[in-house]
């Protein structure tokens, strides 16, 4: 096998202080590897250059700065001017443990794959809600997984936020698509059509910083809740009933409420006991009841939020037949 020469990628949209706080954790990292960081300024108005800059004298880093077009293109565009034929592509607000590219080069030295994910985890600093959200993204009885687990997984579609490609799949690929959020299972996605293999790396998680508030979470997760039809339209082969769940949590859950007004509680008590779980299980991995009790709200608002996303754009997408673009034109850059 050729010799591994990582590239991070690394979009930033304004956001310096994050891209300072991830440049840190890379001047921590251990093991003797050459690697090159390189950071695509994505139209920013606040920019991120000084901060890179302070950091040229510790770290091969390099700045380059684009119109707004988007993370996908900006990762595009990242991966062309990058030197390493091994890709490596964060999200700006990511902070890396140091032992991050000893258990990557390991993994991928012993077994090669051309795509590989990795999990995203709370560290010990975060606030109580960025915790609370971190769980409730990345707990089996939430998403079953898919963001990462305890075992390798073949066929895992990574998320860009902690992802790895070879050049030749890059190429070959051409990359990310211009729909965002949704662009990564998109590029996996495809990446298997063209005979790829991609799989989970359980050791190479980073601590996933999330600059969120209660609004934004929302937002966000509405968002993939719309994505995720259309990726079903694109690729009919990943469809699942497991996108359904999200959707039906929610519409069962009004649906105890009814119930309970006629007296008919035995619904609304499954729901209390996977609340009940969920809080237990937030509890034991926090050791704090307040994140426990975020937690719940956070499933609540992530499920709401999904399942709404996800049924306002079946409705367009299969019974109204509208094409993507046309019902979601702002998922498009």
Not at 30 to 55: A, C, K, P
Not at 164 to 187: Q, T, V, W, Y
Request: hydrophobic share 40%; proline share 5%; with cysteine.
């Amino acid at each position: 096998m050729i010799p591994l020469e990582f590239s991070f990628i690394i979009p930033v949209y304004n956001r310096p202080q994050e891209i300072k706080e991830l440049l840190d954790s890379f001047c921590e990292l251990e093991g003797n590897f050459q690697f090159e960081i390189v950071i695509v300024e994505d139209g920013s108005e606040l920019s991120s250059e000084n901060v890179i800059i302070s950091y040229k004298s510790k770290l091969n880093v390099a700045y380059y700065y684009k119109d707004n077009s988007g993370p996908g293109d900006s990762r595009n565009f990242g991966m062309r001017v990058a030197k390493g034929n091994y890709f490596i592509i964060l999200d700006s607000d990511v902070i890396l443990p140091s032992n991050y590219l000893i258990n990557i080069n390991s993994f991928l030295s012993k077994t090669y794959y051309d795509c590989f994910g990795g999990p995203d985890a709370a560290h010990p600093s975060f606030s109580s809600l960025q915790k609370a959200i971190s769980f409730s993204m990345t707990s089996f009885i939430t998403t079953g997984g898919i963001r990462g687990g305890d075992n390798q997984v073949e066929d895992f579609q990574p998320r860009s936020f902690n992802m790895g490609i070879s050049k030749k799949a890059f190429l070959d690929s051409g990359g990310f698509g211009k729909i965002h959020p949704g662009e990564d299972p998109d590029l996996s996605l495809r990446l298997h059509k063209l005979g790829y293999k991609t799989t989970l790396i359980n050791k190479a998680y980073v601590f996933h910083k999330r600059r969120i508030s209660w609004s934004k979470f929302f937002n966000q997760v509405n968002k993939f809740g719309k994505v995720r039809p259309i990726l079903n339209q694109w690729h009919p082969e990943s469809k699942s009933m497991v996108y359904w769940f999200p959707t039906c949590f929610l519409v069962g859950l009004m649906f105890s409420m009814v119930l309970l007004v006629v007296n008919i509680p035995w619904l609304l008590y499954g729901y209390i006991l996977y609340f009940v779980i969920a809080f237990c299980l937030a509890f034991i991995s926090s050791k704090n009841i307040v994140v426990a009790v975020k937690s719940v709200l956070a499933i609540v608002v992530q499920f709401a939020g999904y399942g709404l996303g996800f049924l306002k754009s079946y409705f367009k997408l299969v019974i109204l037949g509208k094409k993507p673009k046309e019902a979601f034109p702002k998922l498009f850059f």
